[in-house]
């Protein structure tokens, strides 16, 4: 007959409190995870000698107030992303550790 054991040990009582605290640790793992996949994604494509063009923009060519408000916002999202993407190999390896770690923890 079966007990409620495995060979890891009991199982969880369903809708204990250890077993939201289970759940909870798995949903944050997953999340890590999406974050570091996404930002793979969305960082390691960009290249900074775009960035940089982008930074050295002149408002002068924008022909209406909301391309200057554009350019604008881009040129401070540009600065933030800039130092993350310079180095190409430490965000991969981050990203990718990240990832893996997450994933692995699951």
Same mark, same amino acid.
């Given at each position: 007959?079966?007990? /409620?054991?495995?060979?890891? /040990? +009991?199982?969880?009582?369903? &809708?204990?409190? =250890? ?22 994604? &969305?960082?390691? +494509?960009? =290249? +900074? ?9 002149? =408002?002068?060519?924008? @022909?209406?107030? =909301? ?6 916002? #881009?040129?401070? #999202? &540009?600065? @933030? ?22 994933? #692995?923890?699951?």
């Amino acid at each position: 007959a079966f007990d /409620g054991t495995c060979s890891l /040990g +009991p199982f969880l009582e369903l &809708g204990s409190t =250890e077993w939201w605290v289970c759940i909870g640790l798995a949903v944050l793992c997953l999340a890590f995870a999406w974050l570091a996949a996404g930002l793979t994604m &969305g960082l390691v +494509p960009l =290249e +900074p000698d775009k960035i940089r063009s982008l930074l050295t923009a002149d =408002e002068a060519y924008t @022909r209406t107030i =909301e391309e200057r408000d554009r350019l604008r916002e #881009q040129k401070a #999202q &540009g600065k @933030r992303v800039l130092p993350l993407i310079l180095d190409h190999n430490r965000l991969l390896v981050t990203l990718l550790l990240t990832n893996a770690l997450a994933s #692995q923890t699951l």
